[in-house]
C-alpha cells in the first residue's frame, strides 16, 4: 500500500484510525512510504502533506482532530 491509501484510510477507517491513534509507527510500517512521506505524517505538517500532493480537503481531515484518542475500532452487532 501506499501513501494516498493511507491518507484517504485515515479518512473513513474507523479501526486504521483507532491504531494510528495508539501506535501511528505501527501503522506506518505496513505502508510503502518514503522518509519522507513518515516524517510528515507523524510531525502533522498541513503544508507538509499538501507538499506531498495530497489535496487540502484531505489534508485537513486527517489533520482536523476529529480523530481523537476516543476513535475508537468499530464493532459490529450480532
Known sequence: ???NDLVKDLQGNPNLIAAYISNPNMVLEKYN???EEHDVLLSGS???LVSLG???????GVLSGAHSSTCG???TRI
Request: no cysteine; glycine share 10%.
Open 33 to 35: 512510504l518514503t522518509s
Open 54 to 60: 495530497v489535496s487540502g480537503e484531505l489534508a485537513a
Open 1 to 3: 500500500m501506499k501513501f
Open 73 to 75: 475500532p468499530m464493532t
Open 46 to 48: 498541513f503544508d507538509g
